[in-house]
């Protein structure tokens, strides 16, 4: 018989109660970043940073966050960026300018490919979510972390994006209407949803689904208007009206990961969170298999602030040799009351409910003041004392308890009080009557049966509709797989005690990567159709077992010389999501989509790259050589550092998330790179070969750390950690310039006339040096307002400086170095500032990078004008000009590297051939038919007066002509525009 120890504790406040605490913050959208950080880092402080701890996935997090937030350090609502783009598209519609040139001219520079041959984990970027047709497993559409989402009519043989009009691509679920395969689902953050009714050329939001990350959309096929979805630390939702309403169908499910139907029975639905649900009646309702349920761990210090936690069984409740007993363990004891609570119980129909259970080692050793018995009626009720036992036992005592007050619903509640943090073991606790009626029950003696109280996926196949897999995690690591032949009404745990598959290395039994491990992130599990025993695994890596999941077998590794090793399949590390279509299996990864065309067979080409076309890179930083051809590096996340050739071909030449990185003014050759905190790199052969750069002193530096060159003198190059230091000999040696700044530094920029004159920040700190010595005089600067997210130093007058902040100003301009500052929002929509570059025009012009869109100013102008034609609404990360070409570039986070010719002034209206465009019949009720003397393709854009996109068509020949039906719009004004890479037109339409 294994029993229970509850030990009386302490610190499980800062151990367990901010364990999720700062997820379940982000999620909610309702606190400030500080406040997520100060919850981040008390759970941080207790788990360690080390990798697979999840510390790399909120440092992402962290980095956007603190650049996006608003003066207030609140985050923006997916919905207040949908109206505030399309209230900035309706007063550009509004502005009567018919036709302009000046507009950006951006083009695609990639990467939209890998070479498996350069870097250490090539990929092209993240892909999040991935729905095929029903009828055509051609069609398929595959979501991009923040790149939107995209379409494939031929297996992925070439990519078409959808979504690049939008003020939301971050996508994390995608769905295709069975029965009406232009039907798009597509799950977003902050528990929105959108759909598209014509394959994705334009998108309605949807009613919310609560907060967090939608994470699965599943549609009934025998009735489309009945959909589920899961949403992270929102639960699980349904809707019976083709998603245009969602209800939460599981109040015990908080959290929500997957959900699926069984095959041949949409009645019966499978959910999970941290927990597994069964409904067998379309969703009505959910119950837990066995009785098992999510505990609860409540923890008191003076009587004060209660925390909740969930209590893991799988994780805590160790079965030890020979008694049969369990022990629930914790490290660390300071506080002095702790309390186990079972879940909500409905104890509806039972006559004189009773509560059994067993308890003993009360007051051992003196360290047990007390085990109270507690119950509520409601979860906001107050606790009611039941029983109170004080003396001190050493055997079993049976305890059977009359509950008081009958109601629907029951809590249950063991406290325990100690001095020391010693405890006691209860077991057999049962909720039901005399007479057999039973709503609760657990002995924690069912350890083959018993789920852990960790995320959960789940995995059914048509091959047998009785059998469920569930795998589940714990601590971000492989926490068990369990098996049901029964749909679900119980489990058997199979064995594989001590193994990890979640982790880097083909050994699961490998102690040194016990620990490593991304879930529920990358975790997944997917069951071959047509043979219940092929069942494949998902985590930092793939798996496959051929014998129902009782053994397995890595069939991918992370890096491509692992993989050609053992003669597996390359995939980049990092796997989110499985997904079997007919008999071929799709892989999504932090690197691309990746699909097996023969599962069963296990080798070095195991996985067949499908990600060329996708431009998803997410850059954090790059550096534009200053010859012809250009030269970029550039860092991205999850896919380390690439440099675009003066061949035009992309090479990767440093791993790990890359950061800052340049080109050596002098010699294109040599790259300089860094990877997060600051560890630092060089290459003198194009990236070919890479050597580290010492850090001076060792030192650690921010997520991204700023790392610049000298303009003028060779071999001297600056980096930023809590201090300035300065090379002379190309990063051999370091020498601090600067006195210590309190903290890491975010930015650094040197005047491109003078090395001597520099700018730095941290947070909301701007300090300025003009005399770079090997002591440094830096002094802070004051006048504007918000954290610091750019510094851009004009390119010939180092005392005049742009700043882009997170305040609702934007941008700061100060001409006197500093001393005092003119905001410059004019105009400018209520987007983030992240990005500006001065360019030597004569005419102080200025580029600044929001997270939606390019705009330019200089002295001729009162107000920015957009300068985004071509470009997606994607966060922008940097903007840098090559003068060699007269070329603009931008990283941009989750759509690569784009490129445009310069603001040019002398480009004439009148030269625009697009004047020539015929647009009849004006009114019209049925069609608009468009016509263009030219053999060049445009993009076609109609909106309503508020700004909302309306149609949507993309590289386009109308020199045909072309015909759109606007019989379904309301009645009424609207604006077409048109766009080539020269210009845009602009005409107003009339819909009777």
Request: net charge negative; proline share 4%.
């Amino acid at each position: 018989m294994k029993k229970i120890y509850i030990p009386i504790l302490a610190a499980l406040l800062s151990v367990l109660c901010h364990a999720q605490d700062y997820k379940r913050m982000i999620a909610a959208g309702s606190f400030s970043v500080q406040e997520i950080q100060i919850a981040a880092q008390a759970h941080f402080d207790q788990v360690g940073r080390e990798r697979g701890k999840g510390y790399k996935p909120y440092k992402r997090w962290e980095y956007q966050a603190l650049r996006r937030m608003d003066e207030n350090g609140m985050l923006k609502s997916p919905e207040f960026y949908v109206k505030e783009l399309e209230d900035y598209n309706s007063y550009l519609n509004n502005a009567n300018i018919q036709a302009r040139t000046t507009v950006g001219t951006w083009e695609q520079l990639g990467p939209l490919s890998i070479n498996q041959t350069s870097g250490w984990n090539p990929g092209v970027g993240r892909i999040t979510s991935f729905a095929a047709a029903s009828d055509n497993p051609n069609h398929i559409i595959v979501g991009a972390n923040t790149g939107g989402v995209w379409k494939s009519l031929d297996g992925g043989g070439t990519w078409a994006v959808l979504t690049d009009n939008l003020s939301n691509l971050s996508v994390y679920a995608l769905a295709i209407d069975p029965t009406n395969t232009n039907t798009y689902f597509w799950g977003s953050t902050g528990g929105v949803i959108f759909k598209s009714e014509d394959a994705g050329a334009t998108w309605n939001i949807l009613a919310q689904t609560g907060i967090g990350n939608v994470n699965k959309i599943l549609i009934d096929p025998s009735n489309t208007n009945k959909m589920y979805c899961s949403v992270e630390f929102g639960g699980i939702y349904k809707s019976v009206d083709a998603g245009n309403t969602w209800t939460s169908i599981n109040s015990a499910a908080t959290n929500g990961y997957d959900v699926e139907l069984k095959p041949g029975d949409p009645n019966v639905v499978y959910a999970s969170g941290n927990a597994f649900f069964i409904s067998t009646n379309g969703g009505d309702t959910f119950e837990v298999p066995n009785g098992l349920d999510v505990w609860s761990q409540n923890y008191l210090s003076g009587n004060t602030n209660w925390t909740t936690s969930a209590f893991n069984q799988n994780n805590s409740v160790v079965p030890r040799t020979g008694n049969s007993m369990a022990i629930f363990s914790i490290d660390n004891f300071s506080m002095p009351i702790t309390q186990l609570v079972t879940p909500a119980l409905d104890v509806s129909g039972i006559t004189n409910p009773q509560l059994k259970f067993s308890f003993t080692n009360v007051s051992w050793a003196g360290d047990i003041d007390a085990l109270k018995i507690l119950y509520k009626t409601t979860a906001s009720g107050d606790w009611i004392e039941l029983a109170n036992y004080t003396t001190e036992s050493a055997s079993w005592n049976d305890i059977n308890l009359n509950l008081p007050n009958p109601s629907a619903t029951y809590y249950i509640a063991f406290e325990g009080t100690s001095n020391y943090g010693r405890g006691l073991t209860i077991d057999d606790i049962m909720v039901g009557n005399d007479l057999g009626s039973i709503v609760f029950v657990d002995g924690f003696e069912s350890a083959t049966n018993s789920f852990g109280g960790g995320p959960k996926m789940i995995a059914v196949t048509p091959a047998n509709p009785e059998l469920v897999y569930v795998v589940e995690a714990v601590d971000n690591v492989f926490g068990g797989l369990h098996k049901s032949t029964n749909s679900g009404s119980s489990f058997t745990r199979l064995g594989h005690s001590g193994k990890n598959y979640f982790g880097y290395s083909s050994d699961p039994e490998d102690l040194a990567d016990a620990t490593f491990g991304q879930a529920p992130r990358d975790m997944d599990i997917a069951v071959h159709p047509s043979n219940s025993d092929d069942v494949h695994l998902a985590g930092i890596n793939t798996w496959r077992s051929t014998d129902g999941g009782t053994t397995f077998n890595i069939s991918s590794q992370w890096t491509p010389q692992g993989a050609a090793f053992e003669n597996i399949g390359y995939c980049h590390a990092d796997v989110d999501m499985l997904e079997f279509v007919g008999d071929q299996l799709y892989v999504l990864s932090d690197g691309g989509i990746y699909v097996a065309q023969d599962p069963t067979s296990v080798s070095s080409s195991y996985y067949t790259d499908l990600t060329t076309g996708l431009g998803i890179r997410q850059f954090y930083k790059i550096g534009v050589s200053q010859t012809n051809p250009v030269i970029v590096t550039a860092g991205s996340q999850d896919n380390g550092s690439s440099v675009l050739g003066a061949n035009g071909i992309w090479s990767d030449w440093l791993g790990a998330d890359g950061m800052e990185s340049f080109v050596d003014k002098t010699l294109s050759n040599t790259l300089y790179g860094t990877v997060q905190y600051g560890a630092l790199y060089k290459s003198i052969d194009g990236g070919n070969n890479i050597f580290s750069l010492d850090a001076p002193e060792n030192k650690s530096g921010n997520w991204v750390t700023p790392f610049e060159q000298d303009p003028i003198q060779p071999n001297t190059i600056y980096t930023g950690y809590d201090q300035v230091y300065k090379s002379v000999n190309g990063g051999d040696t370091w020498t601090s310039v600067s006195q210590s700044f309190g903290g890491n530094l975010n930015h650094l920029k040197i005047a491109p006339t003078n090395g001597n004159f520099q700018y730095a920040a941290r947070g909301n700190k701007l300090y300025k040096n003009t005399n770079v010595g090997t002591t440094g005089n830096w002094t802070q600067l004051n006048g504007f307002s918000g954290n610091i997210n750019a510094i851009a130093i004009h390119p010939t007058d180092p005392n005049k400086v742009a700043i882009a902040t997170t305040s609702n100003q934007n941008v700061f301009v100060s001409i006197n170095g500093g001393s005092s500052w003119t905001s410059y929002k004019i105009n400018l929509p209520n987007f983030s500032a992240q990005a500006l570059v001065w360019q030597d025009n004569g005419k102080d012009g200025l580029y600044l990078g929001m997270n939606y869109g390019v705009f330019y100013i200089d002295q001729t102008m009162s107000e920015w004008q957009p300068f985004s034609n071509g470009l997606p609404n994607v966060m922008i990360s940097e903007l840098e000009i090559n003068y060699a070409t007269d070329k603009i570039y931008v990283g941009t986070y989750g759509r690569g590297l784009w490129a445009s010719n310069l603001y040019d002034t002398t480009l004439n209206v009148s030269d625009f051939k697009l004047k020539n465009l015929n647009v009849y019949p004006n009114p019209s009720s049925n069609d608009i038919n468009l016509k263009w003397d030219q053999n060049e393709e445009v993009t076609i854009r109609i909106y309503d007066t508020q700004g909302k996109i309306m149609f949507y068509d993309k590289n386009d020949n109308i020199k045909n002509g072309l015909q759109i039906d606007v019989s379904n719009f309301a009645s009424g004004l609207y604006f077409l525009k048109v766009n080539t890479n020269k210009g845009e037109v602009t005409k107003k339409i009339m819909v009777n």
